[in-house]
C-alpha cells in the first residue's frame, strides 16, 4: 500500500503538470515561465525543481503518468492470459471512460512545440522499454535473443498512438465511437493480423 508520504508527492506532481498544461495551453509554451507554474500549483520554486528540471519536462509529465498507469496495469495481468486479452483490459482500465475532445485537441497541438518533442520522444521511449521488459517476463522470451518483445511492444505503442491521434483528428469518428470503442475494435484488428476490414 502506497504511504502518506509517496501519495503526497504524487499529489504534487499531479498538480504541476496539470498547472504547466493549463497555463501552456491557455498562453503558449514560450508565455509561461516556471515561477507562474510554480504559483498556480500553490507550491515554491525550489519545490518545482525536486520534481522536474524545466517547463517542458513538467508538461508532459500527465502523459508519462497515464503510459505509467497502463504500463503497470498491462503487468499486472495473469501471465496465462494472451497478449492482446491483457492488452485489452489494460488498456480499458487506464483510458477515460469520459474525455474532453476540445482540451485534447489543445494538449495535442501543444506537444507539437519544438521544444517539447524531445521531451515528448524521450516519455514515448521510456514507455516503450517498459512494456518490452514487461512482455519479455510475460512470454519468457530474452529480447537480446528473440525480437518479439521490442516488436511487439512497438506495434502496440505505436499504433495505439495513431489510433488515438486519429480519432481525435476525424470529427466523424469521435462522434460515431468513444475512445474506447475505438481502441477495442483496434484491438481486434490487430488479432485478425491486420486483415483489411470489410
Known sequence: MTGLRERKKAATREALGDAARSLCVEHGLDGVTVEQIARAAGVSLRTFFNYF????????????????AFVRAFAARPAEEA???????????TFPEHVDLDR???LRE???APALLPHVLAAYATREQELTAVIAERTGLDPSADPYPVTAASV?????????????DSPEATRRWTGAELVDR???????????PS
Do not use: C, H, N, P
Not at 497478449?83 to 489494460?90: N, P
Open 53 to 68: 528540471s524545466s517547463k517542458e519536462e513538467a508538461v508532459v509529465a500527465g502523459d508519462s503518468a497515464t503510459a505509467e
Open 83 to 93: 497478449l492482446l486479452t491483457a492488452l485489452r483490459e489494460a488498456v480499458q482500465s
Open 104 to 106: 485534447l485537441r489543445q
Open 110 to 112: 501543444l506537444r507539437r
Open 156 to 168: 502496440i505503442t505505436s499504433s495505439l498512438r495513431a489510433v488515438v491521434q486519429w480519432w481525435l
Open 186 to 196: 483496434w484491438i481486434d484488428q490487430l488479432g485478425t493480423g491486420l486483415t483489411r
